[in-house]
């Protein structure tokens, strides 16, 4: 029977699944911080706009 990484001990284990977390984690930050930020603030406006305008009631018609 061949050897493969489920008949591993559990500190090699945890140490590969450490690694490989680590690795995915720095990816996603990598990826998250070297996009183009966007020049507009139109969505904060709204945000904002909404933030501000939450809870007062409707006007009636």
């Known amino acids: 029977m ?4 489920h008949n591993a001990d559990k ?3 945890r140490r590969v699944m450490l690694v490989g977390l680590t690795f995915c984690a ?6 998250f ?4 930020q966007p020049e507009n603030s139109y ?5 904002d706009r909404l ?6 009631p409707l006007p009636a018609n």
């Open 33 to 36: 911080f070297a996009r183009e």
């Open 43 to 47: 969505v904060l406006q709204k945000a």
């Open 51 to 56: 933030v501000r305008t939450a809870g007062t």
């Open 11 to 13: 500190s090699t284990h």
């Open 2 to 5: 061949s050897s493969s990484f």
């Open 26 to 31: 720095l990816f996603v930050a990598f990826s």
